[in-house]
């Protein structure tokens, strides 16, 4: 199939971009790498009566550091992303994710914001970013990932509102992280999928960031704290994952009901814990 008939715009700049979007509100359908939005347009899933190119606009293509985090523009491609040094040594929960999103072909134009921004609940960058407690940069304010994320490809971007970059927090001496997903083939979306951030002091959890995603509506954060002050041992990381697993009620699929779902869940979750653990001390 082929698109409904659109106009293209081509933005000149973010300010274009955000006036062409305020002039034609929910009508209005933005273009980064594309990865997401063109089948769904083939498919006539979705209907736009204008289509906003970012691609030619300059300075957002960036990777780099600021304050303290590594700031990806939204027209950063996953694969630049995942080729990154910057990525690999300052944020690996990040560079372990890449690999993760789509295949090698999607993620040469795929952007990272644009993942962000598409808000699917099994997305892998999503996860990454609530877990890092990390940001989602836009044409009017910084929002941070925990509040970005509603339901189902919906996010608390209003309709004449951009990503313009994310920032994603720099890991700190005494970190480890850890992300993992369970999924029926290389490149699809998760069934399940589980991200674990902590600090470590004194050989003692003194925060940590645990969420979980593909189970549920959204990339959640999920309830650690019985970790912090102690020790992880294979014991006290089962505690944990069971207490997520209870916690959860995922919705039934073609690949697995809600207890199978439940079960990969508990599995995925003490495995991140154990290995963010494992990564900091």
């Given at each position: 199939m082929?698109?409904?008939?659109?106009?293209?715009?081509r933005?000149?700049?973010?300010?274009?971009a955000?006036?062409?979007?305020?002039?034609?509100?929910?009508?209005a359908k933005?273009l980064a790498?594309g990865?997401?939005?063109?089948?769904?347009?083939?498919?006539?899933?979705?209907?736009?009566?204008?289509?906003?190119?970012?691609n030619?606009?300059?300075g957002?293509?960036?990777?780099t550091?600021?304050?303290?985090s590594?700031?990806?523009?939204a027209?950063a491609r996953?694969?630049?992303?995942?080729?990154?040094e910057?990525v690999?040594?300052?944020?690996?929960?990040?560079?372990?994710?890449l690999?993760?999103?789509?295949?090698?072909?999607?993620r040469n134009?795929?952007t990272?914001c644009?993942?962000?921004?598409?808000?699917?609940s099994?997305?892998?960058?999503?996860?990454?970013l609530?877990?890092?407690?990390g940001?989602?940069?836009?044409s009017?304010r910084?929002v941070?990932?925990s509040?970005f994320?509603v339901?189902h490809?919906?996010?608390t971007l209003?309709p004449?509102?951009?990503?313009?970059?994310?920032?994603?927090p720099r890991?700190?001496?005494?970190?480890g992280?850890a992300?993992?997903?369970f999924?029926?083939?290389?490149g699809d979306?998760?069934?399940a999928s589980?991200?674990?951030v902590l600090h470590?002091?004194?050989?003692r959890?003194?925060d940590?960031?645990l969420a979980?995603?593909s189970?549920?509506?959204?990339?959640?954060?999920?309830?650690?704290?019985?970790?912090?002050?102690h020790?992880?041992?294979t014991?006290?990381?089962?505690?944990?994952?069971?207490?997520?697993a209870?916690s959860i009620d995922?919705?039934p699929?073609l690949h697995?009901?809600?207890e199978?779902r439940r079960?990969?869940?508990?599995?995925?979750?003490?495995?991140?814990?154990?290995?963010?653990?494992?990564e900091?001390?």
């Amino acid at each position: 199939m082929k698109p409904v008939p659109f106009t293209y715009v081509r933005a000149e700049s973010v300010e274009h971009a955000v006036e062409t979007l305020r002039a034609h509100g929910d009508e209005a359908k933005v273009l980064a790498g594309g990865q997401s939005l063109l089948p769904a347009l083939n498919m006539r899933l979705v209907r736009p009566a204008v289509l906003v190119d970012l691609n030619f606009v300059a300075g957002l293509d960036g990777v780099t550091q600021e304050n303290g985090s590594i700031r990806i523009g939204a027209l950063a491609r996953q694969a630049a992303a995942q080729r990154s040094e910057l990525v690999r040594t300052g944020c690996p929960l990040l560079a372990e994710s890449l690999p993760l999103v789509g295949h090698f072909v999607t993620r040469n134009r795929g952007t990272v914001c644009g993942s962000i921004a598409h808000a699917d609940s099994a997305a892998e960058l999503p996860l990454a970013l609530v877990a890092l407690g990390g940001e989602v940069v836009t044409s009017r304010r910084t929002v941070p990932a925990s509040e970005f994320f509603v339901t189902h490809f919906t996010t608390t971007l209003e309709p004449d509102e951009l990503v313009i970059a994310t920032n994603w927090p720099r890991l700190e001496a005494g970190e480890g992280s850890a992300l993992d997903e369970f999924a029926v083939r290389q490149g699809d979306f998760a069934l399940a999928s589980a991200a674990c951030v902590l600090h470590v002091e004194d050989a003692r959890v003194t925060d940590v960031r645990l969420a979980v995603g593909s189970v549920t509506d959204h990339p959640e954060l999920v309830d650690a704290s019985a970790l912090v002050g102690h020790a992880v041992d294979t014991d006290g990381a089962r505690s944990v994952a069971d207490a997520v697993a209870a916690s959860i009620d995922p919705p039934p699929n073609l690949h697995g009901s809600p207890e199978y779902r439940r079960r990969l869940i508990e599995v995925l979750v003490e495995r991140v814990v154990a290995r963010a653990w494992a990564e900091a001390t």
